[in-house]
């Protein structure tokens, strides 16, 4: 078998991935031009192809298990809908003085409903945890230690 046609079957794999995202049809593909680059260098009966092609197909889709575990892992996809925990260890201010531990404080650009030890209004806080949507804060000691830092 000519090693154009794995060339070619190994283009139009890697193009489909585009009408099936996120599918291991790409790696296919790479086991595909392998195999074309492997039968255009050495001279391949077609069970060799054939051998050549699940061996590199096979490889490049561990390869690209791996790949997508990582990309899975990163910082950004497992807080991606869950804004609570996003929040965590963000800074902002006191917006409303606390009374008895409750206030509010500003994240951003937006106010929200908080609880932590009572604070004076503009005092840097941190986000230490969230309670349903009230933020449970902590005073940014790096922030009122150092006040021309903001």
């Known amino acids: 078998m000519s090693p154009w046609i794995w060339a070619i079957a190994a283009l139009l794999v890697a193009l489909s ?10 790696w296919i593909g790479i086991g595909a031009g392998l195999t074309a680059v492997v039968a255009f260098v050495v001279d391949l009966t077609l069970g060799m192809q054939i051998g050549v092609f699940i061996v590199a197909a096979g490889l490049s889709c561990v390869f690209g298990h ?58 840097p806080i941190i ?17 009122s230690a150092n006040p021309a830092s903001s």
Do not use: C
């Open 17 to 26: 991935e585009l009408h099936a995202p996120g599918s291991y049809l790409i």
């Open 66 to 123: 791996f790949v997508y575990q990582r990309m899975i892992r990163s910082p950004i996809v497992p807080l991606m809908n869950q804004r609570a925990l996003a929040m965590v260890g963000a800074k902002g201010i006191v917006a409303k003085s606390f009374e008895h531990g409750r206030g509010k404080v500003t994240l951003g650009d937006t106010v929200w409903l908080a609880e932590g030890p009572n604070l004076t209004e503009g005092t």
């Open 127 to 143: 986000v230490a945890r969230m309670r349903d949507t009230t933020v449970v804060v902590v005073l940014d000691t790096y922030d």
